[in-house]
Each structure stands twice: as C-alpha cells, then as structure tokens.
C-alpha cells in the first residue's frame, strides 16, 4: 500500500476532512448542520462530514431523531459557528 493515498491528494477539502461515517475513509464533500434541542442552545450547530456515499445515510439518521438543520457542500460557509462532531454509526 501506498502510504500517500491515505493523505487523500488529489482532493482540495482541507486535510483530514474525512467522511464521518463510522469506518469511512472517503474524503467528505457534503457537511450536515444538526442541532439535538435537548441538550443544545437553538443557535448551536455540530457538523458532520459526509462523502457523496453516505450523505443520504447521516441525512436520513438525523432526520428520523428530528435532528437535521441543513446540508452544505464542503468549503461552503455556514451562517453560524460549528462545532463539529466525532464518528458516528
Ligand atoms: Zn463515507
């Protein structure tokens, strides 16, 4: 294996800038805005980063527990402050 592949080159997302779906190494092109108002301030975002793969499955889980606010492409500024989130799934 080559160890410059896993730096993910090529891409122009920030370094690190990984899907955050539990096991995923893809390079995150979407960022999903979710607010859980039981235990945030209404104005609070967390983030997470999602490849084109499993944008629909982090979308569909913060939907279902009433949790998604909004979607971005990658590199797209947010109107608010975030606060991103670890792995998940
Ligand atoms: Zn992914």
Redesign the pocket.
């Known amino acids: 294996m080559n160890l410059f592949d896993l730096a993910g080159g090529g891409s122009d997302a920030a370094p690190g800038a990984v ?1 955050s ?1 539990k096991a ?1 190494r ?1 390079a995150a092109q979407w960022q999903l805005l979710w607010n859980n108002p039981k235990i945030h301030t209404p104005e609070r975002r967390k983030i997470w980063l ?2 084109a ?2 944008r629909a499955w982090l979308e569909d889980y913060l939907r279902t527990r009433g949790l998604w606010k909004e979607t971005l492409a990658l590199g797209e500024e947010a109107a608010v402050p975030l606060d991103r989130s670890g792995r998940v799934g």
């Open positions: 899907c779906r995923c893809a999602a490849c793969e499993h």
